[in-house]
């Protein structure tokens, strides 16, 4: 009864609200305006409005007449439904040549200036704080937030910092002569008689260049430590501070970053945090938050709001597997919204209210709530964003009085960032001004219970026919496997669990695996932690020419019978060695930690493939198991089907050396073929975990066999061997080309003609655009270039950036990579670690003598003094296709930087090596996007995000030239290298007599 009561009040007060600005628009929607225009197009015209978003996206990069002109025309020339002033303008500027272009230029450029002031209370101090004396003679508080979000330097943090302390300063002066907003309160110096006149809003990843979940501590401890100084002089002048909440990302790290600074600043109550109702963690992070004041004897504020970054977690939670974090319909967040609010009314004594929403639902909602439980104004107040639902702020302020404008303030250039949200916001089908002020949407609708809403919407959802989620022959339909989230506690906690676990079984011995049985070796090497080579992990048996010989016998033996095994069955023990691998995970990942090297993310990636990889190689046979029948001639029939090969060589690299050589040894496996298998030297231990696998899987003795060993003692012997009928290999250009030429010649007694499938080398290339968005571009050319040291095939080796901004991408690019730290691969303090060996540290530092030689040295970073394989992660500039760092694999930490004059040269540089890998372009050109797509030749290609980590069923892997033979892992044609087709035909006419087949072809 009571929920009814106050819900029919709530719809009351919204109905007369609604009145109250009756008439009134939002200057967003006003069509009269060129951005009203352009808002009322975006609503209309999808496609328009992806356009005209990404448009707006890339106008501050185009920075010369040309550049406009030219997007112009891209992005708006072919479009039918346009407006006039973008389609006949874009038309008149190609035509029309430099004048019309001219006209043009200014035209736009203007008005999506105009667009972004909308929004942005000032691009300088004293801008900004004459906005703000305005809004308070109209009688409106304000926030201020510095535009920018995530920085990529040490600088760049420190810039946020001073802008900060700078606006703060200046408010400081300014304030001394305000007035108090008129309020219920007491103290006339205060707004509202209680609420301090300066409030600022602070972005916590702006203050920490490598903020990351996965090293929580080192985050938390490095944003505080900026987070203070400006904490120090919000106090200094009794001010309000609040932690914005970005990305679910970086959620639990504001949390604790807000805690740790509350602890030390306990008696102060002018500091709050900023939750977002659309998360579904919220309702329990707000109960804990209340619990934590309570029981720390402390006073907290929150701004709640609804979230702005929808589109981006729903998409990411997707790509990478995970549970959605947000509510996926928007009333579920708006009755959240409610919910939350009421439980921080209910503890008003201790907690601060900022209701921050333009949905009159919302604000008459925690009206009534407020008043139901007799809450005093001075504990809640309301917010709404500067330059948006004027009709709302003002309809607030005659009613509660307490209004506060969110007041971004800054450079244009990360302004964007903040305008595509919000236009984004404004023009989604569920925004509520748009329903309320451009659609004029039925008050009773908009006013309705969100619960009830939510439930209408997920009873229509749920009478939605839904795709089928199975794969022929009852399988579920694949999906890669979920990556680390070390958003997750857990995860944070179980990674060193594993290494320590890992740790506690060092000395153990592999011995080799053959014909289903353990065979010891008296040779042996060890195995040892590339950061501390003392440290050994274990001893690994080494075959010679001896067990190999008995590893093929023992495999020739068993192929009849695994041939003949139906496709089904020998899928079952990849899905069963699926689920093994994935029970095992962590302690798989920890392996690779500690003999390669590799990053907790990085290495628990390489598990996450491998288990991708016999997930989806096992449907993949059951796919191509089954005879088809080909041609449809009546009276015959013809089967096509596939065999295996035989005996299967698979020789893995160290540089994966658990996705890969489970890859290769899985195609093989499942195809029918039985393996030999030969890990690289220096990954002998993850290597057994094969061993261990497939062992735990119930795979037939001779079926898989792991004979660990020296290529130069064994590895002859291996590919020449006449039982062998198939390689498989991943490695350097170099030993794939002799496997080639040995695998060439026939030997006495061989039967088959040796099948090679080889994965190479690459001289991968980025190219940097002249439009490119450098906040996207240089931390993923560093990751691309220096994750795991470099040491992937699909890494970045070179980037060619084009002349115009050359300059200031490199500026950013070595500053950006400052912030890189090199240690030992278990601490999540270290962006690098240890190259895989002596070898390699060596050979890497040559090169790097090579390059400083041919172009000029633009950084080198310190590295751990001590043992380990340490090389400086290495940028040099100056290059040019001739040198030799432009062309030969190093396969280490260095980067080659190349200043390209146009996009033409840009795109004949990237192909000017012996290879075709990856390659990748951060553009916003589609002309640019187009030509890339048809004309940088490599296996994969890249447009605007990283050139390395392909996912199994979405980037197939492999490439061509030196790089490889043309297979693609992780696709639907891989496994067809691995097999034979043959064709039975069959006369089935009889005495005249044939029998009909459903699918024949016959006269009508």
């Known amino acids: 009864m009571e929920n009814r009561s106050i819900d029919e009040r709530i719809i009351s007060r919204g109905k007369l609200f609604f009145d109250s600005v009756s008439g009134e628009k939002p200057s967003l929607f006003n069509k009269g305006a060129w951005m009203g225009k352009v808002m009322d197009w975006s609503m209309r015209n999808e496609q328009f409005k992806i356009q005209m978003f990404r448009f707006v996206d890339a106008f501050p990069s185009l920075t010369t007449a040309k550049l406009l002109t030219d997007h112009i025309r891209e992005y708006f020339g072919e479009e039918k439904d346009m407006p006039p002033v973008l389609s006949t303008g874009a038309k008149m500027a190609g035509m029309l040549g430099s004048l019309g272009g001219a006209l043009l230029n200014k035209f736009i450029a203007i008005n999506i200036q105009e667009m972004a002031r909308q929004f942005i209370v000032g691009e300088t101090t004293k801008e900004a704080v004459r906005n703000i004396e305005k809004l308070r003679r109209e009688g409106f508080a304000a926030v201020v937030d510095v535009l920018g979000e995530a920085t990529l330097t040490e600088e760049e943090a420190e810039l946020y910092v001073s802008t900060y302390l700078e606006v703060l300063e200046s408010l400081k002066k300014e304030q001394k002569g305000w007035k108090g907003l008129p309020g219920s309160g007491g103290d006339r110096n205060l707004d509202w008689g209680h609420a301090p006149k300066v409030n600022i809003a602070v972005k916590p990843t702006a203050l920490f260049a490598l903020a990351n979940p996965q090293d929580f501590e080192g985050s938390v401890e490095n944003i505080l430590a900026r987070m203070r100084r400006i904490c120090a002089k919000v106090v200094e002048l009794g001010g309000f501070l609040c932690i914005d909440m970005e990305s679910y990302r970086f959620k639990d790290i504001t949390l604790e970053v807000y805690r740790r600074l509350k602890r030390e600043y306990r008696e102060y109550d002018q500091i709050g945090i900023v939750l977002q109702a659309y998360l579904k963690d919220t309702d329990r992070d707000l109960a804990d938050l209340l619990a934590w004041a309570r029981n720390n004897n402390t006073r907290i504020s929150i701004r709640l709001v609804k979230g702005a970054y929808w589109d981006y977690e729903t998409v990411k939670a997707k790509q990478n597997g995970w549970e959605i974090p947000v509510w996926t319909i928007k009333a579920e967040s708006d009755a959240a919204y409610e919910r939350q609010a009421r439980q921080i009314l209910e503890n008003h004594p201790i907690c601060h209210f900022a209701c921050a929403s333009h949905n009159i639902r919302t604000i008459s909602a925690v009206m009534e709530i407020a008043q139901e439980l007799n809450v005093s104004e001075s504990r809640y107040e309301f917010q709404v964003l500067y330059g948006m639902a004027e009709p709302v702020r003002k309809g607030i302020l005659k009613v509660a009085g307490r209004i506060r404008l969110y007041c971004p303030y800054g450079n244009m250039v990360p302004g964007m960032g903040y305008l595509v949200r919000r236009l984004l916001e404004n023009t989604a089908n569920e925004s509520f001004l748009r329903q309320s002020f451009a659609e004029d949407s039925q008050h009773d609708r908009l006013l309705e219970d969100p619960r009830v809403t939510a439930d209408r919407l997920r009873a229509t959802l749920a009478q939605k026919p839904r795709k089928s989620v199975n794969e022929p022959d009852g399988l579920p339909r694949f999906s890669n496997e979920p990556v680390v989230d070390f958003t997750r506690p857990d995860h944070r906690a179980d990674f060193p669990a594993a290494i320590t676990q890992v740790r506690a079984r060092l000395g153990i011995t592999c011995p080799l695996f053959i014909n289903g049985k353990e065979v010891m070796t008296s040779e042996t090497v060890s195995s040892v932690n590339p950061a501390k080579p003392s440290e050994v992990l274990g001893q690994v048996c080494q075959a010679g020419t001896t067990e ?230 240089v931390p993923q050319v560093l990751y691309s270039a220096f994750a795991f040291q470099g040491q992937k095939c699909s890494a970045c080796s070179r980037v060619i950036v084009l002349d115009a901004v050359y300059d ?161 892992a992780g696709g639907p044609d891989y496994l067809l290298h691995f097999m034979d087709p043959r064709v039975v035909t069959e006369n089935t006419m009889r005495r005249g007599f044939a029998p009909i087949e459903e699918d024949d072809d016959w006269v009508e």
Do not use: C
């Open 808 to 968: 200031k991408f490199v500026e950013r690019l070595v500053n950006a990579a400052k912030v890189y730290q090199i240690g030992p691969a278990e601490d999540p303090r270290y962006s690098m670690g240890a190259v895989s060996d002596a070898v390699a540290q060596k050979s890497i530092l040559e090169y790097i003598g090579i390059g400083t030689q041919e172009g000029r040295l633009l950084y080198a970073s310190p590295v751990p003094t001590g043992e380990g394989y340490w090389v400086p992660l290495t940028i040099i500039g100056m290059i040019t296709p001739q040198h030799r760092i432009a062309q030969e694999e190093i396969f280490g930490p260095v980067l080659a930087v190349m200043r390209a004059k146009d996009f033409d040269q840009a795109i004949a540089w990237a192909n000017d090596t012996r290879f075709a890998l990856t390659g990748g372009i951060f553009s916003r050109s589609p002309e640019h996007l187009n030509k890339a797509r048809r004309e940088f030749r490599v296996g994969n290609l890249y447009i605007n995000r990283n050139n390395t980590g392909a996912l199994v069923g979405r980037q197939p892997f492999g490439g061509s030239r030196m790089s490889g033979v043309g297979t693609k």
């Open 548 to 777: 190999v010989a008995m590893a093929i016998e023992a495999a020739t033996a068993a192929f009849p019978a695994w041939r003949d095994t139906a496709p089904r069955d020998r899928a079952e023990y990849l899905l069963t060695a699926a689920k093994i691998t994935r029970k095992r995970i962590f302690e798989l990942a920890a392996w690779q930690v500690l003999e390669i090297g590799k990053q907790w993310d990085q290495a628990y990636a390489d598990v996450t493939e491998a288990i991708d990889f016999l997930e989806y190689y096992a449907r993949e046979m059951i796919r191509l198991g089954a005879p088809r029948r080909v041609g449809h001639a009546p009276g015959e029939l013809n089967h096509y089907f596939y065999e295996p090969k035989g005996v299967a060589a698979v020789i893995a690299p160290w540089n994966f050396p658990l996705a890969i050589a489970l890859g290769m040894a899985s195609a093989a496996i499942v195809t029918g073929n039985t393996v030999i298998f030969k890990p690289s030297t220096i990954t002998g231990i993850i290597g057994h975990q094969l061993v261990q696998i497939f062992r735990e899987a119930g795979l037939p003795g001779g079926v898989f066999n792991y004979v660990p060993g020296k290529g130069s003692v064994m590895g002859d012997f291996l590919v020449d061997h006449p039982d062998i009928s198939l390689i498989a290999f991943t490695g350097s250009v170099e030993t794939g080309l002799r496997i080639m030429e040995r695998a060439a010649l026939v030997h006495p007694g061989q039967l088959n003609v040796k099948k090679i499938i080889a994965e190479m080398g690459g001289k991968n290339a980025i190219i940097i655009d002249d439009d490119a968005d450098l906040d996207e571009a």
